[in-house]
């Protein structure tokens, strides 16, 4: 540059610039209700919302396999000792589907393999944690989780997709294999259910929803799973209950396996079986003596085993508790009355309304028809608030909130009384 440049003086800003005040926020900004909830979030009671922690650490961490890609896709999600298991779409098309430890050390955040064995098109319902007797297993190395969905059956061969209802299983300890099923389910187990009217010979074939229903709070045995189905060959509409046991569950799980022969293209059990018993959770002190501390130790012929051979060869039974046409049933939820005798049904419809259904023992009465919105609009969700005390129901615009004053089921005339409080108080004999 040249020496006359060099020996400039720095420009001073002008005066006007340097008495600026500072530009103040728009006042939309500063107003609180620029950050509310909507309205339909806002009516939730403050009992539902979770407590402020000011120890709360936020991460952000990507939704893939946490979450769908877009609402009209089939999701469940369950948590089991501060983990989140998930089973939703692993891509934007929707054409993968997972059922995964989605969250806590990488090293064990396994999956399922991708395979139409494993699932075929699934329509994922329900989960849910199933922790065992504490007493037994302190670790909790013989926790379980089990999946509910709809998916399109291999091992029927017609014109057209039969879409069957499913309960899968794996093991909360499974951390994967190490060579074979790496980072992939060793426990993996699935089954059909099947909820059938044996004189009319009607199978409800497509799950809905399902309800994790435990009897006695100390004795995990006594879990009860209520499936509420519908038909896929049905064109009017139709809508059934049945329950199912955990223990029922279990032992098909331990029975024989499927298998498809490739020469015949027939199903057959395989044989023999290896050992240790794939889809086994080692919680055995017999299996840990021999080495097999954990799924890291399971030789490779048992992993392919597993791997090959996901469903099982028997299915778990149920007859139906209700039956219902002309009615579309979305969402249920199931309390006990009358000491555990009897159980009451929470039944949401797609019409905005809530049915409520008795059942002691094989009968069942319907009690009430509430209608809680103004348009038909179907119900999305029903929480239980204080069980037996109030249920909140939850669509797309509306939150609703009743409660359940006292429910008498008389036995030995089946006649039942229910006073419900929302606005006003009714009763029904």
């Known amino acids: ?78 948590m089991a000792g501060g983990i989140l298991y998930t089973a939703a779409t692993s891509n934007f098309l929707g054409t993968m589907f997972d059922i995964s430890r989605a969250t806590g050390p990488e090293q064990g955040r396994i999956r399922t393999e ?21 007493t037994s297993e302190p670790l909790g190395d013989d926790d379980k989780l089990y999946f509910f969905f709809t998916e399109v059956a291999k091992e029927y061969e017609m014109y057209t997709k039969v879409k069957v209802p499913r309960v ?15 980072r992939r389910w060793t426990t993996f187990l699935k089954a059909q259910l099947v909820c059938e009217d044996r004189p009319s010979g009607q199978r409800y074939n497509v799950l809905t929803d399902v309800f994790t229903l435990r009897r006695d709070p100390n004795d995990p045995a006594t879990t009860q799973f209520y499936g509420l189905f519908t038909s896929q060959w049905e064109r009017e509409e139709l809508a059934a209950v049945c329950v199912f046991s955990l223990s029922d569950i279990n032992k098909v799980m331990d029975g024989p396996f499927k298998e498809l022969k490739k020469t015949c293209e027939n199903w057959i059990n395989p044989e023999p079986v290896p050992r ?15 080495g097999f501390e954990s799924s890291l130790k399971l030789p490779d012929k048992v992993l392919t085993f597993t791997r090959d051979h996901p469903l099982m060869e028997n299915s778990v039974t149920a007859a139906p508790l209700l039956l219902r046409r002309g009615v579309t049933y979305t969402k249920l939820a199931v309390t006990l009355a009358d ?20 059942v002691v023992g094989q009968n069942t009465t ?10 038909d609009q179907p119900i999305n969700n029903i929480v239980l608030h204080k069980v037996e005390t109030h249920t909140h129901t939850h669509t797309n615009t509306h939150t609703h909130t009743h409660t359940l004053i006292h429910l008498h089921t008389h036995t030995h005339t089946h006649t039942n009384t229910l006073t419900h409080t929302d606005t006003h108080k009714q009763m029904l004999t």
């Open 1 to 78: 540059l040249p020496p006359s440049l060099l020996s400039l003086p720095p420009s001073p800003l002008p005066p006007s610039l340097l008495s600026l005040p500072p530009s103040p926020l728009p006042p939309s900004l500063h107003k609180p209700s620029a950050c509310t909830l909507p309205p339909s979030l806002s009516l939730l009671p403050p009992s539902l919302l979770p407590p402020p922690s000011p120890r709360a650490e936020v991460r952000m961490e990507t939704g893939k396999g946490k979450c769908p890609f877009e609402p009209s896709q089939h999701y469940t999600a369950v």
């Open 114 to 134: 991708r395979s139409i064995n494993w699932l075929n098109d699934p329509e994922f319902v329900s989960a849910s944690f199933i922790q065992q007797d504490p």
């Open 168 to 182: 899968a299983r794996v093991c909360k300890s499974d951390v994967g294999g190490m060579k074979t099923l790496q």
């Open 276 to 290: 240790p018993r794939p889809g086994q959770v080692l919680d055995d002190f017999a299996l840990r003596a021999e």
């Open 339 to 358: 000491g555990g005798a009897g159980a009451l049904l929470h039944l949401g419809t797609d019409r905005g309304e809530i049915h409520r259904v008795a």
């Open 366 to 375: 319907l009690l009430q028809e509430v209608p809680l919105f103004p348009a």
